[in-house]
Nanobody, 126 residues
Framework: QVQLVESGGVSVQSGGSLRLSCAAF????????MAWFRQAPGKEREGIAA???????TYRESVKGRFTISQDNAKNTLYLQMNSLKPEDAATYYC????????????????????WGQGTLVTVSS
């Protein structure tokens, strides 16, 4: 059974940096498409970055140039490095894993059933 556990969410000041981690258990990690989503209070969940099984990445326009998605296959861990944080980046961040995804410039679509983590909260003070 696929299990994802996020960590690293804390309160930071605007302009600061943070790295989120997502530890994956229960499956062959490098055969999946991995992604980060976020959801702010009162807003819909939005996809912000993804990496497919051959290492292609994509980012939502609002985070492009500030956020970097990466993975350590040996550790079965996905990361999201977030720099130049803004108050509008405050949200609960979730990682997700799917067997397949369609990646395009500025976005992605997970295909098939996806596993989700429980989320980690990031707050950004101005």
């Amino acid at each position: 059974q696929v299990q994802l556990v996020e960590s690293g969410g804390v309160s930071v000041q605007s302009g600061g940096s943070l790295r989120l981690s997502c530890a994956a258990f229960g499956y062959t990690y490098n055969n999946y498409c991995m992604a980060w989503f976020r959801q702010a209070p009162g807003k819909e969940r939005e996809g912000i970055a993804a990496v497919d099984d051959v290492g292609r990445t994509t980012y939502r326009e609002s985070v492009k140039g500030r956020f970097t998605i990466s993975q350590d296959n040996a550790k079965n861990t996905l990361y999201l490095q977030m720099n130049s944080l803004k108050p509008e980046d405050a949200a609960t961040y979730y990682c997700a894993a799917a067997h397949d995804c369609f990646i395009y410039s500025g976005g992605f679509v997970l295909r098939g059933a996806a596993a989700w983590g429980q989320g980690t909260l990031v707050t950004v003070s101005s």
